[in-house]
């Protein structure tokens, strides 16, 4: 029986789950609100200091902060829910490429030899594809990871190692500063890098290139080749887009301190009429502010190794299983599933009831 997605595994609600929350980060910043709460309470409550001030100061900061949070969260998930959409619309287009090469790229007797391996070969570097993109994702370059290892050939030699390319983006501004002139494109240019999946994507676009000229592959199959290529291309930037361009630091900075204020100021309007109740009120307002802010933290950059990320190493372990099955089990032309019933009288099927699982 599929379990609830409110409920965890452990079959209390997910509302009391630790992992997984943005409890460890906010706690901080929960537990220092509270310390202030604890002070103005004591000082006015025990000490009998009247440093309450009116609640009327407040209300016009808490519509500004609920806009502000409201703009920042949202912002944060269409970073998230895009970067999933972009890795969905990769994905088709390695299964459809991976589709195209298993079925319509044919050994001739008067051809090359080794097609068939070469078309396994082609299809494992559709799957070195995504791995490194999701290594690229994660600032992990180079081809020195587990997952990668086997995917590209033997003879595949990365034009850049991985901390070249690190430096590359991260200092940027040196590049515009040298004296020499580094932005002539020339053969001898010992600068010069591409990332890993771009790399690969050459590789199979000139591959293609060569079944093409030894007429292996139709151009009408060709052209999927390349159109695919060409979408996982773009995933590719669009991905690097999302990466590059993150929620501006002044931004995050200004917001955080908006929220620290607004708590801190909060025990000073509360104490008189709640008294003592000031200190779990402002917990629980600081709780909420905070939280909602962590959230927007965590999922803005979708492809860490955060429990709230998009799960890239599922992804694509699901995608090895699918290309993995395609080779093990997917005939590479029509006679090998339609060859016994051409040969075999035709008769109507028998009548089978369908069952349908419907998981909630």
């Known amino acids: 029986m599929p379990r609830r997605k409110s409920e965890s595994p452990w079959g209390y609600p997910i509302a009391l789950i630790w992992r ?96 068939n391996d070469q078309k396994i070969r082609a299809i494992n570097m559709l799957l ?25 050939p033997e003879d595949f030699v990365p034009c850049k190692s991985a901390n070249s390319l690190r430096s590359q983006y991260i200092n940027h501004r040196q590049h515009l500063q040298n004296d020499k002139n580094e932005w002539v494109i020339q053969r001898d240019n010992s600068t010069a890098s591409m990332s890993l999946p771009l790399e690969i994507s050459y590789q199979l676009s000139l591959w293609i290139n060569y079944v093409r000229d030894k007429e292996l592959i139709d151009i009408p199959y ?24 993150p929620i501006p630091v002044a931004y995050n900075i200004h917001l ?13 309007t509360t104490v008189r009429d709640v008294q003592w109740l000031t200190i779990p009120l402002c917990g629980a307002v600081a709780f909420t502010l905070f939280g909602i802010e962590a959230i927007g933290n965590q999922i ?17 372990y699901d995608l090895m299983l699918e290309l993995d099955y395609i080779v093990q089990t997917v005939p590479q032309d029509q006679s090998s599933v339609f060859a016994a019933f051409s040969a075999a009288p035709m008769t109507p099927p028998p009548k089978q009831t369908r069952n349908i699982l419907i998981q909630i």
């Open 256 to 268: 955080k301190q908006i929220l620290t204020m607004y708590c801190c100021i909060l025990p000073f």
């Open 128 to 152: 070195a594809f995504a791995v490194a993109t999701k290594h690229h994702l994660r600032a992990e370059y180079g081809t020195s990871y587990r997952d990668l290892q086997g995917l590209l």
């Open 20 to 115: 997984g929350s943005v409890i460890p980060l906010i706690l901080p910043n929960v537990l220092f609100t509270t310390f202030v709460a604890v002070c103005v309470s004591y000082t006015y409550l025990a000490m009998g200091v009247d440093i309450a001030v009116a609640g009327s100061i407040v209300g016009s900061l808490s519509i500004v902060i609920g806009l502000i949070l409201a703009f920042r969260t949202n912002t944060a998930y269409d970073r998230f829910w895009e970067g999933r959409k972009i890795w969905t619309t990769m994905n088709t287009s390695i299964r459809n490429m991976a589709r195209v090469i298993w079925v319509g790229i044919k050994e001739k007797s008067d051809g090359p030899s080794g097609i």
């Open 300 to 316: 803005e950059d979708p492809f860490g190794f955060d429990t709230n990320d998009l799960k890239l190493d599922d992804f694509c």
């Open 222 to 245: 060709q052209t999927q080749c390349t159109m695919a290529l060409s979408s996982m291309i773009d995933c590719f930037g669009n991905l690097e887009r999302i990466l590059l361009t």
